[in-house]
T-cell receptor
Framework: DQQVKQNSPSLSVQEGRISILNCDYT??????FLWYKKYPAEGPTFLIS?????DKNEDGRFTVFLNKSAKHLSLHIVPSQPGDSAVYFC????????????FGTGTRLTIIP | GAVVSQHPSWVICKSGTSVKIECRSL??????MFWYRQFPKQSLMLMAT?????????EQGVEKDKFLINHASLTLSTLTVTSAHPEDSSFYIC?????????????FGPGTRLTVL
């Protein structure tokens, strides 16, 4: 049973526009959420995180929104740049990040110049 | 959907012993599996890429003789931590990918918590 779901395997966005990547989870024990970015032949690298005590966290062009009642989070990238083309993984953890990560299956983002 | 399992989910061992962790793709054939180690603050380190029927490709800084990887079949890869030490205590996570899948979707296992006493 997939506890963290990314239902869109791929997404294409025009350069300069907003990219929105979505993630849903089912385990109510999750209280810490992360986004990772992965280039081919490399491991995922941490991008941004959010704790369940917040509903928004912003870091430069990246903003993560958390809707606890809907068990949904999203990553917004604005403006999108060609270097943002990668696979994005959503992950969740409990105990405010001190437990193991549970990953989604990833969304491939392609930024069109 | 595709499922990846890991066994055991947690293990405690004495310093100096070896521990084997299994990663299985339950309903698809994984030509490639990846092994990660989870560090504090949830950073992930790719340890190695495991290809079925060939030697694993290790990342720089990962000791091949300490972290033995075997990908004997299209559904099973194993990671053996040899002569484990307390500093090897961590979460170890595998993921699997079917190269025939053009979306490059990776399916992550649930992780194995290793504690070395």
């Amino acid at each position: 049973d997939q506890q963290v779901k990314q239902n869109s395997p791929s997404l294409s966005v025009q350069e300069g526009r907003i990219s929105i990547l979505n993630c849903d989870y089912t385990n109510s024990m999750f209280d810490y959420f992360l986004w990772y970015k992965k280039y081919p032949a490399e491991g995922p690298t941490f991008l941004i995180s959010i704790s369940s005590i917040k509903d928004k966290n912003e870091d430069g062009r990246f903003t993560v929104f958390l809707n606890k009642s809907a068990k949904h989070l999203s990553l917004h990238i604005v403006p999108s740049q060609p270097g943002d083309s990668a696979v994005y993984f959503c992950a969740a953890s409990s105990n405010f990040g001190n437990e193991k990560l549970t990953f989604g299956t990833g969304t491939r983002l392609t930024i069109i110049p | 959907g595709a499922v990846v399992s890991q066994h055991p989910s947690w293990v405690i061992c004495k310093s100096g012993t070896s521990v084997k962790i299994e990663c299985r793709s339950l309903d698809f054939q994984a030509t490639t599996m990846f092994w990660y180690r989870q560090f504090p603050k949830q950073s992930l380190m790719l340890m190695a890429t495991s290809n079925e029927g060939s030697k694993a490709t290790y990342e720089q800084g990962v000791e091949k003789d300490k972290f033995l990887i075997n990908h004997a079949s299209l559904t099973l890869s194993t990671l053996t931590v040899t002569s484990a030490h307390p500093e090897d205590s961590s979460f170890y996570i595998c993921s699997a990918r079917d190269l025939r899948d053009p979306t490059d979707t990776q399916y992550f296992g649930p992780g194995t918590r290793l504690t070395v006493l």
